[in-house]
């Protein structure tokens, strides 16, 4: 019955919060249709769990009575032949009586019990399972700064599913203060670069370092205190503008949030909304465009204030003068820092310091946008003039 309900729960939150996508194909009749199977399975449950404890109960109320009626037949019949007294069977009788009750109880809130150590035993079970990516036992701390904060990927491979490499024996460096661009087509491994940095995974092979330092023999906190990462799909809480701007450093001053706000180009418009910083996001961010959630991420990267940041695909819906206003204003933010910066539109990219194409899991190309463009067989130009026209 627990499952049941736990799997009509989990469908009815995964429908609701979806519920733009159940419009958008008009499904709701298969949305309520698969909740009523849940229902539907939840009730047979139910009534199976309910149908089991009424005749436990039944059982042993019956056990109880017909034991304590013989005892009172027994005992009568002994008082008859002058065994016992009247004062005997009164004891006897309050005896079982006093017995029978707290057993009886007991019957009563057997479902209670029992589906509390059923929840208790899912808990402890999730609290047993191991995380795969953990801190080793009395790992160093990372610390790093904007003069030492290298980034090396040294013969790295890695697979979501068996057999299937993302990415093949990839090795590059990214020297401390420079900004870095990688770039290539959809499913190249960009964005798993990023997930392997900040620890999300393990790559099956190779080595990551920050520093010098192997970033699987660090603290993990510490590792991902270092590193700000704007992602390609920003969520966001059921909370103020304030506070999730404020979420990449909570104990900023206020300062400091409405300069992040303003580097992100988000502050004028905030204060013209009726409630300025405090109005709220809705629901994942609801009330904003995707544009204004990709400047809230933007504007929490900027607040942690990290020597090493990271942009994934960070302005990619935001219009053509508002992406150019904030990639002044991140050159500015990443000045000094070193920063690696994932995008399809390659007009994002072209001031990086290097270029890295990827394919196939490789980094098969590097260098400058002008270099990578004077090489008209390269692939970064056959990237560069399917966006472009190539007599611009």
Known sequence: M???DNEAGNKAVDSLINYETVKYFNNEDYEANVYDKSL????TASLKTSTSLALLNFGQNLIFSSALSMIMIMAAQDIIAGNMSVGNLV?????????SVPL???GSVY???RQALIDMQVMFQLMSVDPKISSPPSAPLLEVTQDN???SFDKISFEYIHGQKILNEMSFTVPAGKNYAIVGGSGSGKSTVIRLLYRFFEPSSGNIKIGGQHVDKVDLLSLRKQIS???QDSILFHNTIWHNIAYGNLQAPAEEVVKAAKVAELHESIIDWPYGYDTQVGERGLKLSGGEKQRVAIARAVL???PILVFDEATSSLDSLTENNIMKALGQATEGRTSIIIAHRLSTVVNCDKILVLDKGRVVEQGTHSELLSNTQSLYSALWYSQHDPDQ
């Open 2 to 4: 627990n499952k049941a």
């Open 91 to 99: 004891m006897v009788n309050g005896l079982l009586f006093q017995l």
């Open 229 to 231: 990462v704007v992602p």
């Open 304 to 306: 942690k204030n990290t």
């Open 149 to 151: 904060a290298e980034i």
């Open 111 to 113: 479902r209670e019990i």
């Open 40 to 43: 539907k399975n939840y009730e």
């Open 104 to 106: 009886g109880f007991l």
